[in-house]
């Protein structure tokens, strides 16, 4: 039961199962029956489902032909109706067709045509497109021709640009071709070369600048020249300062202006504003002389390459290179000026060239770098002039080297570089230029003083009197109111050495200027110097000249009367210096001339000459003596060479007229003082072993002479008898001999009153002795004689007494 009733349910649900499906084939289109008809394969009852839609189709015939019986009068009609209307559309298709015949023969050449517009239009699309990418890569090709322009013209800064826009810019849009591929690998090898070229125009530029460094220091110490001359005009003119400002002046300080220039364009080189050329010519600045556009496109090339540190060591490691050939003096730069001057022209052309590059670049040197190269520089410049300036024997040369520095100094001092230092050594130059002028001027007294006669200067007319006092300061109302002709005091050399000194001390001044001393620190400086000549330069050559073999007591004399007139114008020398330089004598610290001391050591120095010359003549008259010192008897007279001798001296002390009172008095003096000891000598030396009685009666008539001469009074001033007391020693021995007093000498010897005080026994004896050992030769008989042997007794007395007063007073 139970399966009948499942077997019939299933048999139910089949059935609208398919029911179902036989609707929807009937309700759904074609297309999409597909899965409908695919669930009745995948069941199993598709037998039964054929059954049914074979049914179903049988329902539908017996439908349609019911449907066709009702209508089939109007389908009979229709077809009729249709029939006709194939006649007319075979019509219709005949003329379509013909129509169309027509049509195509017609639209032959149109196609044609339309074939011929769309190639047209093709080309014409191509074209276009063609026209797009070229505009896209002609302005490439165009900026790499440029380039390659730009390259073969040396224009490398610009260059560089140019490659930058090409390698951001317009590369990137056209990147796909392959051209620019080849550009792109280009670009690397462009860049070097750029940079080496710009790299061999740095090199060519130091070469160029290191060649030009002597005439770019010349213009620049030109140019600061004028500007001091400049300034002495307006110092010297201030109301001239308040006017136009002179183009010199402007061309002085055009380099001192600070430009910071970068090379945007070639023609941009950095040089500084030149003058109008509607100006008188001027010297050209270092602007004018060197390019330096190679060292701003290197620079910026570098710049943009990203190597501006690599440019920058470069740059300084060669300038340091160049400044230490710069700073190596030539071996000869002594020798002349202009040696000296080729040093410094080159000196100032590196630092002038170094100032415009630290002030029309960014950072290429920087000021550190500079004051390190400038503290070598000075070291170095001050030790080549210390060395060669010390080869320097012509003070004409070493003022023109101060000159020549001080120019240099300033200079370099315009462009804002200390020189302190330079000045400093100046004034070590000046010492050592003292020291050559005061070589130059100890030949130049030299000449002076062995071309003087050493007389009094004769003149005879106002005209000449008045030019020697021009020359020299002398006043003497006694002399202006004698007759011409007449004679001054002094010989030629007093006025031409007063002049001499007053030109040294021009000589001082001038190196004095353009140091900024202050006028106590000149007039110190010239002080001093003047002092060295006259202490040592003019004090040797005056006793050189006193000192020589041949000078004679004339020169002597004029020598003194000559350093007497120049030592009273040492005041007038004091007001000399005082007037050009303005620093009054009472100044505190202000150094004393010794003017006088030397004139005054000169002096003495010729008077002590004077006094030896005199002895010496004394001692060669006295050669001539020829005494007979066996004698029995004197002569009528003295003896010739005294005679001649006391002539010579009476002519001599005549000539002491215009001496110092003093001196004439010392001179006399001496020459009886040692007229009296030779004499003395003379009678006592060993050689004379014997003495008679009559050689010494002549020895006392010279004795008298001299005695004679001394009361003359040859040089006035003498008070009394002080001239004979040169002769008193000899006087009183002669007379204790000739008039045999020994009883007075031996009972006075030693009291204040005693006659013969200044007769020592020593003398005494040694005198006695001779006169002893005569007696016993010459008188061989004399023991016979009584007499006789009591002379001989009273010599022996007499002796042996004068040894007992030798022997006590040495006790």
């Keep these: 039961m139970e399966r009948g009733k499942m077997a019939e349910l ?54 349609i032909e019911k449907m066709c019986n009702f209508h089939y009068q109007g389908f009979v009609d229709s077809i009729t109706e249709l029939l006709k209307v194939r006649g007319e559309a075979q019509k219709l298709k005949n003329q379509v067709t013909d129509t169309n015949r027509k049509l195509q023969n017609e639209g032959k050449e149109l196609i044609i045509a339309m074939e011929e517009l769309k190639q047209c239009r093709l080309q014409q699309r191509n074209i ?17 021709s440029k380039l390659r322009e730009q390259m073969k013209s040396k224009r490398h800064y610009p260059a560089l640009k140019t490659l930058e826009h090409l390698e951001h810019t317009y590369l990137p849009q056209v990147s796909h071709y392959r051209f620019c591929k080849i550009m792109v690998d280009n670009i690397p090898k462009l860049r070097e070369e750029i940079k080496e070229v710009s790299m061999s125009d740095l090199k060519d530029f130091l070469e160029s ?13 030109k140019q600061a020249q004028q500007q001091r001359n400049l300034d002495n005009i307006v110092s010297q003119h201030p109301r001239i300062s308040g006017g136009k400002k002179s183009k010199k002046e402007v061309c002085a300080s055009s380099d001192l202006e600070v430009k910071n220039t970068s090379p945007m364009s070639e023609q941009d080189s950095g040089i500084l504003d030149v003058e109008d050329e509607d100006e008188d010519e001027e010297v050209p600045g270092a602007q004018d002389l060197v390019d330096f556009s190679p060292v701003y496109r290197c620079l910026h090339i570098y710049s943009v390459l990203d190597a501006r540190e690599t440019f920058e060591n470069y740059y300084r490691k060669q300038r340091r290179k160049q400044a230490r050939l710069v700073l190596q003096p030539p071996s000869n730069m002594h020798e002349t000026l202009d040696g000296y001057r080729k040093y410094f022209n080159q000196i100032v052309g590196f630092f002038v060239v170094e ?76 010492d050592q230029y003292s020291e050559t002028l005061l070589k130059k001027w100890s030949g130049v007294f030299r000449n002076i003083l062995d071309s003087d006669n050493y007389s009094p200067i004769p003149v005879t007319n106002e005209e000449v009197y008045k030019k020697i006092v021009g020359q020299f300061p002398f006043q003497d109302a006694e002399l202006e109111k004698q007759p011409f002709p007449k004679k001054f005091p002094f010989s030629e050399f007093v006025p031409k050495v007063y002049n001499q000194i007053k030109e040294f001390i021009y000589a001082c001044l001038k190196f004095s200027e353009d140091l900024h001393l202050s006028s106590t620190e000149v007039d110190d ?76 050591d000169a002096r003495h120095a010729a008077e002590e000459e004077i006094y030896t010359n005199l002895n010496q003549k004394i001692d060669q008259f006295l050669q001539l003596a020829d005494y007979d010192w066996m004698a029995m008897e004197p002569g009528s007279r003295a003896s010739d060479y005294l005679v001649d001798l006391i002539g010579f001296l009476r002519s001599t002390f005549a000539v002491f007229t215009h001496l110092p009172g003093k001196v004439a008095q010392t001179a006399c003096m001496s020459a009886c003082k040692h007229l009296s000891t030779s004499l003395m000598q003379l009678l006592l030396e060993a050689e004379v072993r014997q003495l008679t009685l009559g050689a010494l009666q002549q020895f006392n008539l010279d004795v008298e002479e001299c005695e004679q001469f001394a009361r003359s009074g040859p040089v006035p001033g003498f008070q009394g008898d002080t001239l004979q007391l040169a002769f008193i020693d000899l006087r009183q021995l002669l007379d204790l001999f000739i008039q045999w007093d020994w ?9 204040p009153t005693c006659k013969y005080l200044r007769v020592n026994p020593t003398t005494a004896l040694i005198l006695l002795e001779k006169m002893r050992d005569t007696s016993r030769k010459n008188n061989v008989f004399a023991q016979f004689r009584k007499n006789e042997r009591d002379k001989q007794k009273l010599i022996d007395t007499v002796a042996k007494q004068l040894r007992s007063l030798i022997n006590s007073h040495h006790s």
């Design 128 to 144: 276009s497109a063609t026209v797009d990418k070229l505009t896209l890569c002609l302005p490439v090709l165009e900026m790499y």
């Design 209 to 221: 600048i290191r060649k030009h460094s002597d005439k770019i220091g010349e213009t620049a110490m």
């Design 355 to 430: 100032d415009h590059i630290l002030h029309t670049t960014q950072g290429l040197v920087n000021r550190a770098y500079i004051d390190e190269l400038w503290e070598m520089a000075l070291s170095k410049t001050i030790a080549a002039l210390r060395t060669h300036s010390s080869y320097c024997s012509d003070p004409s040369l070493v003022l023109d080297l101060k000159n020549l520095i001080v120019l240099f100094a300033d200079t370099l001092q315009g462009y804002g570089f200390p020189v302190n230092q330079l000045f400093d050594m100046l004034l070590e130059i000046q």
């Design 10 to 63: 299933e048999s139910l649900e089949t059935a609208a199962e398919h029911e179902r499906i036989l609707r929807e084939i009937e309700s759904t289109d074609t297309a999409c029956i597909g899965p409908t008809l695919r669930s009745v394969y995948d069941g199993e009852e598709h037998g039964r489902f054929m059954e049914k839609l074979e049914a179903r189709i049988r329902n539908h015939d017996r439908e």
């Design 525 to 600: 400086m010239i002080r001093k110097s003047t002092n060295l000549l006259l202490t040592r330069t003019l004090s040797n050559c005056l006793q050189n000249v006193i000192k020589r073999k041949n000078v004679g007591l004339t020169e002597l004399v004029q020598i003194i009367i000559n350093t007497t007139h120049l030592e009273k114008s040492c005041k007038f020398l004091e007001e000399f210096i005082t007037n050009i330089t303005n620093v009054l004598p009472e100044t505190v610290h202000t150094t004393k001339l010794y003017g006088t001391t030397t004139f005054k």
């Design 743 to 751: 009883s007075t000498y031996l009972a006075d010897y030693g009291q």
